[in-house]
């Protein structure tokens, strides 16, 4: 009974309270912080993760732009249940380059970290525009204003940005940023020079249209999710079920 009396008279001491609570915050803290130490990293060596293209990037903007995280996330967790609906679960290395990251728990619609390849571009095009059109239940809000011509004037400032903060575009991609965006959304020759800078872009326009649109650009972004990585080369590990 004792300890309990000892307890009581720290609960109703202000100055030996906030002692107890600072102490408990920096053994927690250090319990945390210290093991992280003694790995060289947290991100997982992998083959094939690239930064994106700049017409994917832009693609990227729009869909934080439109809020689509909102409904959408892009982690498939590592459960039984998740593996085998979306696929192999998220490694950390696919978005090491992403600044912010999508990962988020909230699914109003079904997550999007392995969308890529899984439609075809009409499929994404027609479900962008009026979602009902291919799902019938479908609650996401129609998007038909991203049939605009695509802004593309800052591409190079962007990507110089992003080199900032660790994304690895060298002074080739940089320069040729806006010549390789038009390429990869009006062409559809798999040997062009922006299929060789970025391997597994998908080429060609989405939407038929002459001029570079924010539907190609969005288009792009969402066929490249999930599809950089082999995973017949990755070695599995034990799924939560």
């Known amino acids: 009974m004792s300890i309990f009396k000892h307890h ?21 803290g250090l319990v945390e ?10 991100i997982e ?11 994917e990037q832009k693609g990227r903007d729009i869909y934080v732009r439109e809020g689509c995280y ?7 967790r590592p459960f039984k249940d998740e593996v085998e609906r979306y696929g192999h679960y998220s490694l950390a290395a696919e978005s090491k380059y ?13 997550d999007l970290a392995r969308v890529g390849g899984k439609y075809t571009n009409d499929w994404h095009v027609r479900h962008l525009i009026n979602p009902r059109d291919v799902v019938p239940e479908s609650v996401m809000p129609g998007y038909p204003h991203l049939k605009r011509e695509l802004d593309y004037s800052t591409i190079d ?3 110089k940005a992003l080199r900032v903060v660790g994304v690895p575009y060298t002074d080739e991609q940089i320069a040729n940023a806006k010549k390789d ?35 190609d650009a969005m288009v792009a972004y969402l066929q490249v999710l999930g599809t950089m990585v082999d995973f017949t080369t990755v070695k599995p590990e034990k799924i939560a079920r």
């Open 157 to 159: 400032a962007d990507m």
């Open 33 to 42: 912080v210290v093991p992280l130490f003694t790995i060289e990293s947290t």
């Open 98 to 110: 992403d600044h912010p990251f999508q990962w988020g728990s909230k699914r109003t619609g079904p």
């Open 8 to 28: 009581a008279k720290l609960e109703t001491n202000v100055f030996f309270l906030a002692v107890g609570i600072l102490l408990s915050v920096i053994v927690g």
């Open 181 to 215: 965006l038009v390429e990869q959304a009006t062409s559809d020759d798999a040997s062009a020079a922006v299929a060789g800078r970025y391997p597994k872009a998908r080429m060609g326009s989405a939407d038929a249209n002459p001029k570079v649109t924010e539907l």
């Open 70 to 76: 909102l409904c959408h996330s892009q982690m498939v």
């Open 45 to 55: 060596k992998v083959d094939g993760v690239r930064p994106y293209s700049p017409l």
